[in-house]
């Protein structure tokens, strides 16, 4: 652990624009009531991350005042934000710095010690070789971790992932709200950051705007780490928040691709599906309760009228859920051609 000797190398943002060059990878650390062992996060981060940027989200133990006064790390910059953002604004505001100083890639490691810096060689690695945009951590993926879980996050977690896939179109990844991320320069440039949420549906958030610039995002198996951290995080108060995110995601996310963007056949098999399943739906409820109010049994042909629409908009939006699913992004965004844009 570093000791809290003065250290004049650690450099303290104050809105004077800086040089931009390249640094290659940089590592974004949002704090807030970490104060306990951040110091012990960033002693960990090996050389090749070349700039680390340490956010201090208002927090109240002031953990950017230990940083300035006892890290000996020269790559280390503090960014004091003046009023709680969330850790998104937090993470958005590290990334805005970065991508200002140069770097290519953007790690984010959380403070409080659970992710393990030592990994950001392979967390990197599929960006470096060309493969991917966003790589994030999956905790999941090992069953000796998952079986140190409580039932209740490992069902939240998957029910979680499911609104994720749905919401975003990437349908191989699982654990959304794992912080343990990397991103390319590409990637970043290609996402409105302002429009990104600042609170704790930042990471699932960041993965819609991913999705609409068409990046490939790929998950990276590491180990869970649960230790005597503190946690903000409310469940029960967010849960709305999460839902109506991925509700309002979806809808964008399907208007966009499907009908503004792009029109194809699967366009017409959503849309037509939908509305099939709407009918069923409606006409079979208002001739049941017809049936129980006058005592009379519905007819064969009032049941087909309202189950055959029913179960083939079913089978037209399955099909669109199976071309949704194969066009999750391949290419990824470094290996395309410059987006051509309008000048003025």
Request: contains cysteine.
């Amino acid at each position: 652990m570093p000791s809290e000797d003065v250290c004049s190398s650690v450099k303290v943002l104050t809105g004077v624009p800086v040089p931009a060059q390249s640094t290659g990878i940089a590592a974004v650390i949002p704090c807030f009531r970490v104060r306990d062992k951040v110091l012990g996060v960033i002693a960990r981060i090996g050389s090749e991350v070349k700039r680390i940027y340490v956010v201090d989200d208002a927090c109240p133990e002031h953990t950017a005042d230990l940083v300035q006064r006892a890290c000996r790390d020269p790559r280390v910059t503090v960014i004091r934000l003046p009023a709680n953002q969330g850790v998104g604004g937090a993470v958005v505001e590290g990334y805005r710095r970065a991508l200002h100083d140069g770097a290519h890639i953007v790690v984010k490691i959380d403070g409080d010690g659970q992710m393990a810096p030592e990994l950001v060689p392979n967390l990197v690695a599929p960006i470096l070789a060309g493969h991917a945009d966003y790589v994030k951590g999956n905790r999941f993926f090992f069953l000796d971790g998952v079986r140190q879980m409580p039932l209740v996050r490992l069902v939240g977690n998957a029910g979680l992932s499911f609104l994720t896939k749905l919401s975003t179109g990437y349908w191989q990844i699982f654990d959304p709200t794992n912080g343990f991320t990397a991103v390319s320069r590409q990637a970043l440039e290609r996402c409105d950051l302002a429009r990104v949420s600042k609170r704790y549906f930042f990471e699932s958030d960041l993965l819609f705007h991913l999705a609409l610039a068409r990046a490939v995002v790929i998950d990276f198996p590491m180990a869970s780490v649960y230790a005597d951290e503190q946690s903000s995080l409310r469940p029960m108060r967010i849960i709305g928040t999460f839902l109506w995110g991925h509700v309002a995601n979806f809808a964008r996310r399907v208007l966009y691709s499907y009908f503004v963007r792009g029109f194809s056949l699967a366009s017409i098999e959503l849309l037509i599906g939908v509305l099939l399943i709407l009918f069923g739906i409606v006409f079979g409820v208002s001739e049941w309760i017809t049936s129980t109010r006058s005592g009379a049994p519905a007819t064969a042909g009032t049941v087909m009228l309202a189950a055959l629409p029913a179960i083939l908009g079913t089978q037209l939006t399955l099909s669109w859920l199976h071309f949704d699913i194969h066009s999750e992004p391949r290419v990824p965004l470094t290996q395309r051609a410059p987006d051509i844009r309008p000048s003025g």
